[in-house]
């Protein structure tokens, strides 16, 4: 009886040491192929600098589609990990039946799904959205992609996919110390301010936004110039005014000095209201004075439009019923649907970015690594300026032997060292900032200044991701955040956007023609086996007792 005791004290014993070492060491081992559950090194820098508690609320408990609890259970193990990386990570998972309008007023827009169950459609309402909260600072996590997708599968897959990536950009953005600041760059007939709006205030929710005039130039460059030179990423946008050659190399010695530029340029005049109010315009050539400078870098815009047949919608009225007039939206050819560069981080998983009479890039040989991110498809044709554009031409034939031109190209990235346009050449004014290329810099130029251009509705910006006309639904805002994103990365985080996994789908159809036999192989079979395993265990017990 004693040896019983010990045994039973010995094993307890060991129970209690266990448990006293699982609390101080925790490790899970990740065997999948693809390494799913593994943080990347980004990752766990952006943990790691987690300080006070960080709460993450997700709204996605309840009674919601069978399919999407596959996000939920993705979600659930992703967010296990972060908390297993930082201990002051706290995860609470949230029903929002009973918190709706509060949602929805907090940004968080739900999600309306057509769901498959037993060869039946029918729809349903989610809100699949994760909150960040962190001090007196708040952060919305959205967990589905706003990609157009072939199905509800290949949407689920994106967004198990984008899970660390989303994750990790709202902690990191939530929890730095110090943003990076972000130039509007004014003074030469750029975009106005409410043009603008839909994408600058989302720039600004994570990075230091000001407007900057080279108005300033000239009367005092080099001042001007270092003023520029303490921000972080230039964005010029649309402009319609010739530059000086002090506001050149200004822009120049920005580029030179480490400054990062985001270039949304119109190489064309040609203005869709003016279009829309006269029934025709003359498209003609703009000269902004900034060819030799991007052609130092390796990029030439040309001042030929494009048609693409695959493109974007516009209403026209078509007739009347009555006193109504009566709108159909049809194809409008100088409105590109471009597709993104499938395997770069700005553009993966982005929606088609709709253009508005743009132009034409060619990229010239340099020492720059040029990396194509929007593109049209092969049916384009181009048009040669100056030229009118009549709105009636929407009625012609198409003839696809005259869209022939192949891909364009109408948005590069430049990564390298880059060269002054300004080297062994007299220079405007004279600057201690003066260097003659950068090192390890980087650029997106855009061959449409309209890209983001939001329209207005009722006074207020509409916004740039849909037409107020044809409720199309558009990338454009994505891949401007992303480029923008992108540009002011140093930590490598938007590369975790290039993440992909295989998810095994069920096959939908086929279960539902093969449920009765799964059904029967799930529930029936193991009583039958345990009623025939009871029935020969008795009869053998009987035969050997009785």
Excluded at 21 to 42: G, H, V
Excluded at 85 to 95: C, G, L, M, Y
Excluded at 270 to 286: H, T, V
Aim: aromatic letters at 10%.
């Amino acid at each position: 009886m004693s040896k019983k005791i010990k045994n039973i004290a010995i094993s307890l014993i060991l129970l209690i040491v266990l448990n006293f070492i699982n609390q101080y060491f925790y490790k899970r081992f990740d065997l999948t192929a693809d390494k799913r559950y593994t943080l990347s090194e980004t990752t766990k820098n952006i943990v790691s600098s987690i300080d006070k508690n960080l709460f993450i609320s997700v709204y996605l408990e309840g009674d919601f589609p069978s399919e999407f609890k596959r996000l939920q259970a993705e979600t659930r193990q992703y967010l296990e990990e972060l908390a297993a990386e930082n201990s002051n990570i706290k995860i609470n998972f949230e029903t929002p039946d009973n918190q709706r309008e509060d949602l929805i007023k907090r940004g968080m827009l739900p999600s309306q799904l057509t769901v498959e169950e037993e060869g039946k459609l029918s729809e349903a309402i989610i809100f699949p959205w994760a909150e960040i909260t962190y001090g007196n600072k708040l952060a919305n996590v959205p967990l589905l992609p706003n990609a157009i997708v072939a199905s509800q599968d290949e949407q689920l897959q994106k967004a198990i996919e984008n899970l660390e990536y989303s994750f990790s950009n709202a902690i990191n953005s939530i929890t730095q110390k110090k943003k990076k600041s972000v130039a509007v760059i004014t003074g030469n007939g750029e975009l106005q301010d409410i043009y603008q709006f839909s994408f600058l205030s989302e720039v600004a929710k994570k990075y230091h936004l000001a407007k900057f005039t080279l108005d300033s130039v000239a009367t005092n460059p080099q001042e001007t110039l270092q003023g520029l030179s303490t921000l972080d990423l230039a964005i010029i946008t649309k402009p319609t005014q010739k530059f000086t050659a002090k506001e050149k190399f200004t822009l120049d010695q920005y580029i030179a000095n480490g400054g990062k530029t985001l270039w949304m340029l119109d190489n064309v005049q040609a203005d869709q209201d003016s279009l829309f109010n006269n029934g025709k315009m003359l498209a003609y050539p703009r000269d902004l004075n900034l060819t030799d400078l991007l052609f130092s870098y390796g990029v030439r815009i040309n001042t030929t439009l494009i048609k693409d047949l695959y493109s974007a919608q516009i209403p026209l009225a078509t007739g009347n019923v009555g006193n109504q007039t009566q709108f159909k939206n049809l194809e409008w050819f100088f409105h590109p649907l471009v597709g993104g560069n499938p395997n770069h981080a700005i553009t993966k998983n982005v929606s088609p970015v709709r253009l508005q009479f743009a132009n034409q890039i060619d990229t010239l040989k340099n020492n720059i690594k040029k990396t194509p991110l929007l593109v049209s498809s092969l049916l384009t044709q181009k048009v040669g300026t100056p030229n009118f554009i009549e709105l009636q031409s929407i009625a012609n034939e198409v003839l696809e032997k005259d869209y022939k031109s192949g891909n364009q190209l109408f948005a590069v990235l430049l990564e390298g060292d880059f060269n002054s346009a300004y080297k062994n050449r007299v220079k405007p004014f004279k600057s201690n900032l003066y260097k003659e290329n950068s090192i390890d810099n980087k650029m997106i130029i855009i061959s449409d200044g309209d890209i983001g251009k939001n329209q207005i509705l009722k006074g207020e910006p509409f916004d740039l991701n849909r037409d107020k006309w044809t409720n199309q639904q558009f990338g454009n805002k994505d891949f401007l955040i992303n480029s923008v994103d992108y540009l002011l990365d140093d930590v490598g985080l938007i590369q975790l956007r290039n993440k992909s996994l295989k998810i095994r789908m069920l096959d939908k159809q086929k279960a539902f023609k093969e449920r009765t036999f799964w059904q029967f192989i799930n529930v029936a079979l193991p009583l039958i086996i345990l009623f025939v395993f009871g029935f020969i265990f008795n009869y053998l017990r009987k035969r050997r007792y009785c």
